[in-house]
């Protein structure tokens, strides 16, 4: 089966002590994959150096086939990946939600007026219509969460890296994102400490500790 992400022996250090090491992952075409972890373990870290925001000290990482040797090379990738910070405070680059959840298609050259219907009918769909025109630094963090969320499907990325989606989310927004997850038909990442949720959306789950990444 062809494989959308390829680890291979992955080391992190940061300035005081190693992370993790060992970490070796192949997600397939459309597979859904969780990782569980202690606090620190290094979940965060391990989605941010996937998606080129941090590097690795050692090992190899490969999207679609294609080494990741520098910057440039994760650039190429960047619009097929959608990455969910687990603080989405810095996340956005627009003041009220429809014009934030607009912008990417905006910046893709879609006209104003589809950009703001496929916008309208990504919020009907997670269910946050109602927050259309408020602005994004007045809402709850779990608001902000769903709206981050709907700002990075409406770009239908082939890939979804999920740092803990459902965190601060009420128990009606959480069933929503795992029923909108499970219909989307990706190869994704999750990072959570949600039990009940990864059970519900990724059959394969492992867990991250400083000696690598396993499968339980
Ligand atoms: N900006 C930073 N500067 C220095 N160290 C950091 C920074 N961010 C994280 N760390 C450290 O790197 C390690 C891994 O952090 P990371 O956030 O990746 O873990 P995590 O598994 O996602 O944790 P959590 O479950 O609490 O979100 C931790 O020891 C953390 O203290």
Do not use: W
């Amino acid at each position: 089966m062809s494989c959308s992400i390829n680890l291979k022996e992955l080391t992190y250090s940061n300035s005081s002590k190693e992370v993790f090491k060992n970490v070796t992952l192949d997600v397939s075409h459309e597979e859904k994959v969780a990782i569980i972890g202690a606090n620190g373990s290094g979940k965060s870290s391990l989605l941010k150096i996937i998606v080129g925001l941090m590097k690795q000290s050692s090992g190899e990482i490969s999207l679609f086939h294609e080494k990741m040797n520098s910057l440039k090379d994760f650039k190429i990738y960047r619009s097929d990946i959608g990455y969910l910070p687990q603080d989405v405070n810095d996340h956005f680059l627009c003041p009220t939600v429809i014009e934030d959840v607009m912008f990417a298609l905006r910046a893709k050259g879609e006209k104003k007026d589809e950009a703001y219907l496929k916008a309208c009918s990504m919020l009907e769909e997670l269910g946050i219509s109602h927050l259309e025109n408020r602005n994004i630094y007045d809402l709850s963090g779990g608001e902000q969460k769903i709206v981050a969320l709907a700002g990075i499907l409406i770009t239908k990325p082939r890939i979804l890296l999920l740092d803990e989606p459902t965190n601060a989310l009420d128990e009606d927004a959480e069933k929503r994102i795992i029923d909108i997850l499970n219909s989307i038909k990706k190869s994704m990442i999750i990072v959570s400490h949600h039990k009940t949720f990864i059970e519900k959306l990724a059959p394969t789950v492992y867990k991250l500790t400083k000696e690598g990444l396993n499968r339980i």
